[in-house]
């Protein structure tokens, strides 16, 4: 098993700057893949970024892309989210994903192990 836990979310103005963290522990060294999605009140889950854990490969969703930054430091065994110029639209409960795999797909079905989410709230 591989706990998550993220941190790093609250009230952030429009414009700020934020970074997230989420922190494995476990049986980290099953893991191939970490992510980032956020879901809003009554709407899917929405794939943000991922990162393999060994390699360092970054992919992104498109509605992020050039504001958003995953990361990870291996020793510290946490990924990071840098997020930059945000806006009220990105309010929602941002959520650490992992899995054993490298996904085909950004379906958040497709990961295993999940944080228990941290609100992100954009004032205008």
């Known amino acids: 098993q591989v706990q998550l836990v993220e941190y790093g979310g609250g009230l952030v103005q429009a414009g700020g700057s934020p970074r997230l963290s989420c922190v494995a522990s476990?049986?980290?060294?099953?893991?191939?893949?970490m992510a980032w999605f956020r879901q809003a009140s009554g709407k899917e889950r929405e794939f943000i970024a991922a990162i393999t854990w060994y390699g360092g490969r970054t992919w992104y969703a498109d509605s992020v892309k050039g504001r958003f930054t995953i990361s990870r430091d291996k020793a510290k065994k946490t990924v990071y989210l840098q997020m930059n110029n945000l806006k009220p639209e990105d309010t929602d409960v941002y959520y650490c994903?992992?899995?054993?795999?490298?996904?085909?797909?950004?379906?958040?079905?497709?990961?295993?192990?999940w944080g228990q989410g941290t609100q992100v709230t954009v004032s205008s």
């Open positions: 476990g049986r980290t060294y099953t893991v191939s893949t």
């Open positions: 994903a992992a899995d054993r795999l490298i996904p085909t797909t950004n379906e958040a079905e497709k990961y295993e192990y």
